[in-house]
């Protein structure tokens, strides 16, 4: 059978991107920043079925306390991911990086991105030094991402707090960070003031499905559960290393139908992970129209004909 699958969650790790991170001793939530290549990265989609992949760097991102370095690396980043896409049109696009907390830079470095590379959307960091998504200082960018009915893909970064030892980020700390800001970003009314902005939850939205009843009055302004729980139904959510017997039916339960993607996490999941979680989902009891659904149809509805079709 030839891949159909569209990996929304897929990472790229352009070889001085990591080597600038190397130089500063960065890791990536208690990992190692990984190699990428994309001779490796075809050869993982291939093994899990996947046509295409769209691209994204991870946590820490790129701006690390300078706005002007923030700048270049931002930009020199995205111009990797665009010459990757342009070798290999039919199987990468790519989430374009910006330079948030610096928003007059993540404005400029969008129009680039869009305007210039083709970007099939952004990635944003669930939170930059505890300033998450949803912050009013963060709003121009929103404004200019709806204008451009853009796809927001948010990745989780490491809390504002010391980790706890033995317990790496990546364990629990990232999902946390990725509920914190469903939170903030519902409660401060994003979802309605920009409408036209497609917002992809990382890894099954952290603890969203599985706690939404719990956590639906605190993303309501007016304190009402049913509003809630229909702001936090408009995320989309992807299945990267979530795909279990455990997660996929809280996910499933809670999320709109059409708002689930394909995830791998590569290669920040090492490739006996990503297949490890592609092996589960195609051994969950789908049916044939929830798993045409989740392995292509719903990115191709969130990128538009053309852009994410295999």
């Known amino acids: 059978m030839s ?4 990996d929304t969650h897929h990472h790229i790790v352009p070889p001085s991107y990591k080597a600038w991170l190397a130089s500063q001793g960065i890791a990536a939530g208690g990992r190692a920043i990984p190699d990428w290549s994309a001779d490796a990265a075809l050869e993982l989609m291939a093994s899990i079925g996947v046509a295409r992949s769209i691209l994204s760097v991870s946590t820490p991102g790129v701006h690390l306390g ?9 930009r020199e980043v995205n111009e990797f991911a665009a ?13 374009a990086t910006l330079t948030l907390p610096d928003v007059d830079g993540a404005i400029a470095e969008a129009a680039h991105a869009f305007d ?27 404004a200019e991402l709806d204008r451009r009915a853009a796809v927001v893909f948010v990745h989780p970064s490491e ?5 706890v030892p033995g317990i790496p980020p990546f364990a629990a700390d990232f999902l946390l960070d990725t509920t914190r800001a469903a939170i903030h970003m519902a409660r401060a009314g994003w979802l309605e003031r920009y409408p036209r902005v497609r917002i992809i939850l990382s890894h099954a939205g952290g603890f969203v499905p599985y706690a939404a009843e719990r956590i639906a009055r605190s993303c309501s302004e ?5 509003h809630g729980i229909e702001r936090l139904r408009r995320y989309w959510f992807d299945t990267a290393l979530s795909s279990s017997a455990y997660a996929l039916p809280s996910l499933l339960a809670f999320a ?25 989902l195609d051994a969950y009891p789908l049916t044939p129209e929830q ?20």
């Open 3 to 6: 891949p159909t699958r569209i």
């Open 66 to 74: 300078d706005d002007a370095l923030a700048r270049r690396w931002a």
């Open 83 to 95: 010459r990757v896409r342009a070798d290999r049109p039919a199987q990468f696009g790519f989430f």
């Open 116 to 142: 210039v590379l083709g970007a099939d959307g952004v990635v944003l960091l669930a939170s930059v030094r505890g300033a998450y998504l949803g912050d009013a200082t963060f709003e121009p960018l929103m």
């Open 159 to 163: 809390l504002n707090a010391p980790p």
């Open 222 to 226: 007016r304190g009402d559960t049913a």
């Open 256 to 280: 709109d139908p059409t708002h689930i993607t394909f995830g791998s996490d590569w290669p920040y999941a090492p490739a006996e992970r990503s297949r490890h979680f592609a092996q589960l």
């Open 291 to 310: 798993r045409r659904a989740i392995d292509h149809d719903n990115a191709q509805a969130l990128f538009g004909p053309g852009r994410a079709a295999a």
